[in-house]
């Protein structure tokens, strides 16, 4: 199933239970996989096992798609998830070592 597929199943599920849809709702959408993110993290130091921790991954992956459906109506998902995965393959550093490079001087040590 590709990620635009997904984001009108998610659509459809959201309007089947009556789930937040609108556009102001993207800051408790984005904050719900933040909340399901944590859950996969405790599901995995708890050792409750790969289908727990995938379940939870799956949930922040829900949030997200329907996060960029309301603030990303014109966007095609899968597009920009191939745009964006090119981008990253062509980048001269290995993936977090960009990240490091934007700390304060400080921390640099």
């Given amino acids: 199933m590709e990620l635009e597929e997904m984001k ?4 459809a599920l959201v ?5 937040y849809n609108k556009p102001e709702d993207i800051p408790k959408k984005l904050l719900f996989a933040f909340i399901e993110l944590g859950e996969a993290s405790d599901a995995w130091k708890k050792g409750l096992g790969e289908e727990k921790i ?7 992956i829900f949030y997200i798609l329907d996060a960029s459906r309301l603030a990303c109506p014109n966007m095609n998902m899968d597009e920009v998830f191939a745009k964006k995965l090119a981008k990253n393959l062509g980048r001269p550093y290995q993936y977090g070592e960009g990240h490091r490079n934007m700390q304060p001087e400080e921390n640099k040590k």
């Avoid at 009108?8 to 659509?11: G, N």
């Avoid at 995938?54 to 922040?60: G, P, S, T, Y």
């Fill in 15 to 19: 309007i089947a239970k009556g789930f």
């Fill in 8 to 11: 009108k199943e998610i659509e």
């Fill in 54 to 60: 995938a379940e939870e991954l799956i949930d922040v």
